[in-house]
Nanobody, 122 residues
Framework: QVQLVESGGGLVQAGGSLRLSCAAS????????MGWFRQAPGKEREFVAA????????YYGDSVKGRFTISRDNAKNTVFLQMNSLKPEDTAVYYC???????????????WGQGTQVTVSS
């Protein structure tokens, strides 16, 4: 079982950067794939990025490819999302997610954080 807590959200101007962090509990963290999703008001939850259990593979949604980078530090039980060149359409609540096994880009993740708000102004 994994407990996830996101942090690092806030208000940033378009073109700026933010780094989100997700701290995880649990002894088996290194065996979990980790992901980031986001949801804007009135919109469906959207896949943003994911990373395999050993960090060997990363995946990105088309809308963030080339701008966002996911990484993990298994020694610190933490996953990061570096967000560069932010756009107003990136405004959303960002959620950290975990699942045992392989990465998927669907909503089939077993553990979710509470979310952190990212607001990008124009």
């Amino acid at each position: 079982q994994v407990q996830l807590v996101e942090s690092g959200g806030g208000l940033v101007q378009a073109g700026g950067s933010l780094r989100l962090s997700c701290a995880a509990s649990g002894r088996a963290f290194s065996m979990y794939a980790m992901g980031w999703f986001r949801q804007a008001p009135g919109k469906e939850r959207e896949f943003v990025a994911a990373i395999s259990w050993n960090g060997g593979s990363t995946y990105y949604g088309d809308s963030v490819k080339g701008r966002f980078t996911i990484s993990r530090d298994n020694a610190k039980n933490t996953v990061f999302l570096q967000m560069n060149s932010l756009k107003p359409e990136d405004t959303a609540v960002y959620y950290c997610a975990a699942r045992f096994g392989a990465v998927v880009t669907t909503m089939s993740w077993s553990h979710w954080g509470q979310g952190t708000q990212v607001t990008v102004s124009s």
